[in-house]
């Protein structure tokens, strides 16, 4: 069965500052896809990054990238210079088995940036 | 371009009352998925629609529990009879269809349901 976890429930950085949330997943299918979604108290989820599995190039958006180690079983957020609306909920994801299009969510992590 | 719609955004209710919950994805969008998040969770998919039809709904507590997708367009989960546990954040979400890795979904505000 698939599964992800984020270990972090709190994060706290500094406005401007990077921070990496954690992400570790585990699946025996050898084609998956990795997202990161952002939930603001406003409830929406909004989808951040994308990362294949058989993507060779870590995958980057704006502030967004996403520090994939295929080996580790790893797809660790990096959010680079943080702003205060940076402040969210944030959920890591993953295909389920079969390309169904179901999603698998991490617990999540609750990152509060200070001004 | 609207994102998925969805009502209301919030319900309190007594147990053993009905409930329902309506979503309108975004045009052309046939695939079709209501989540529940309980507090402090990430969100559990209940069902999945392709087009009108149920094609994922392992997960949907039949004996209290119902969704349709009338002409594959609306939606509409229902809970008959609501029970304490069922409070939670429902969401919805529509993605053009399925059968990749890279499936992107887009969510709507959900309806945070709380049953008293």
């Known amino acids: 069965a698939q599964k992800i976890t984020q270990t972090q429930p709190g994060m706290f950085v500094q406005e401007k500052e990077a921070v990496t949330l954690d992400c570790t997943y585990d699946?025996?299918?050898?084609?998956?896809?990795l997202f990161w979604y952002k939930q603001p108290s406003s409830g929406e989820m909004i989808f951040l990054i994308y990362?294949?599995?058989?993507?060779?190039q870590n995958a980057t958006e704006g502030r967004y990238s996403l520090n994939f180690q295929k080996a580790r079983k790893s797809a660790n957020l990096v959010i680079s210079a943080s702003q205060l609306g940076d402040s969210a909920m944030y959920f890591c994801?993953?295909?389920?088995?079969?390309?169904?299009?179901?999603?698998?969510f991490g617990q999540g992590t609750t990152l509060q940036v200070k001004p | 371009e609207a994102g998925v719609v969805q009502s209301p955004r919030y319900k309190i209710i007594e147990k053993k009352q009905p409930v329902a919950f309506w979503c309108n994805p975004i045009?052309?969008?046939?695939?079709l998925y209501w989540y529940r998040q309980n507090l402090g969770q990430g969100p559990e998919l209940l069902i999945r629609?392709?087009?009108?039809?149920?094609?994922?709904d392992s997960q949907l507590p039949k004996d209290r529990f119902s969704a349709e997708r009338l002409k594959g367009v609306d939606s509409t989960l229902k809970i008959q009879p609501a029970e304490l546990g069922d409070s939670a954040v429902y969401l919805c979400?529509?993605?053009?269809?399925?059968?990749?890795?890279?499936?992107?979904?887009?969510f709507g505000p959900g309806t945070r349901l709380t049953v008293l």
């Open positions: 979400a529509s993605s053009l269809g399925f059968g990749t890795v890279y499936n992107e979904q887009f």
């Open positions: 699946t025996s299918d050898q084609s998956y896809g």
């Open positions: 990362q294949g599995s058989y993507d060779e």
């Open positions: 994801a993953m295909t389920g088995s079969g390309n169904t299009g179901k999603l698998i």
């Open positions: 045009s052309g969008h046939n695939t």
């Open positions: 629609y392709e087009n009108e039809e149920a094609v994922d």
